[in-house]
C-alpha cells in the first residue's frame, strides 16, 4: 500500500501541499537524531526560521521531493544502525500534516529496530490527529516560532 498525504487527486490542503514532500533528511550530531524536514505548513509566521520549507510550493525553492516511506524508512535505518542512535525525529514545516505518512514509514523501521520517534510541531492538528501522534511518538515538542510582545507588555 503506498501512502502519498493526499486525500483527493488535483486538492491541496490549506498548507498549500498537494503530497508528502520531504525537503531533506539528515543526520543531527547535536540531537543524536536522524532528522527527516517535511515541506509545508498552515502558517504564515513572519519570524519563522524555516519560511521557504514552511511556505513550499509557493516560495519556489526546489527540495528533494516525494519518497516512498518504505524507501525512506531504509535510507533511515540505515543511518540510524551506521551511526548507533535511536532517534528518529520529524520536524518542517509541519510535520503532523503527513501524519499517515510517518505512521507508514515507522511500521517499516519499528519491525527492525528500537526506535525513539520525535516531532516537533507547531501544534496545528485536529484531537484526533493530537492522539495518534502520541501513540507513535517518545516525545514531542510545541515550537513557537514566532511571537511579538505587545510594547506595554515590555
Known amino acids: 500500500?503506498?501512502?502519498?498525504?493526499?486525500?483527493?487527486?488535483?486538492?491541496?490542503?490549506?498548507?498549500?501541499?498537494?503530497?508528502?514532500?520531504?525537503?531533506?533528511?539528515?543526520?543531527?550530531?547535536?540531537?543524536?537524531?536522524?532528522?527527516?524536514?517535511?515541506?509545508?505548513?498552515?502558517?504564515?509566521?513572519?519570524y519563522c526560521n524555516a519560511y521557504r520549507i514552511?511556505?513550499?510550493?509557493?516560495?519556489?525553492?526546489?527540495y528533494r521531493g516525494y519518497v516512498k516511506p518504505e524507501d525512506l524508512a531504509l535510507e533511515a535505518l540505515r543511518e540510524l544502525e551506521a551511526h548507533g542512535i535511536s532517534n528518529l525525529s520529524f520536524t518542517g514545516g509541519e510535520?503532523?500534516?503527513?501524519?499517515?505518512?510517518i505512521e507508514r514509514m515507522l511500521h517499516e523501521?519499528?519491525?527492525?529496530?528500537?526506535?525513539m520517534p520525535l516531532v516537533a510541531t507547531n501544534g496545528f492538528q485536529t484531537p484526533e490527529t493530537l492522539k495518534r501522534i502520541i501513540r507513535f511518538t517518545s516525545l514531542f515538542s510545541f515550537e513557537i516560532k514566532a511571537f511579538q510582545m505587545n510594547s506595554t507588555e515590555t
Open 95 to 101: 510535520p503532523t500534516l503527513h501524519t499517515l505518512y
Open 1 to 46: 500500500m503506498e501512502v502519498r498525504g493526499k486525500p483527493f487527486p488535483g486538492e491541496r490542503g490549506v498548507c498549500g501541499a498537494a503530497e508528502t514532500e520531504i525537503a531533506y533528511n539528515s543526520i543531527t550530531d547535536v540531537l543524536k537524531s536522524y532528522s527527516v524536514t517535511l515541506l509545508s505548513c498552515p502558517f504564515r509566521c513572519a
Open 54 to 62: 514552511s511556505q513550499y510550493p509557493d516560495s519556489g525553492w526546489v
Open 109 to 115: 523501521i519499528r519491525v527492525k529496530a528500537m526506535l
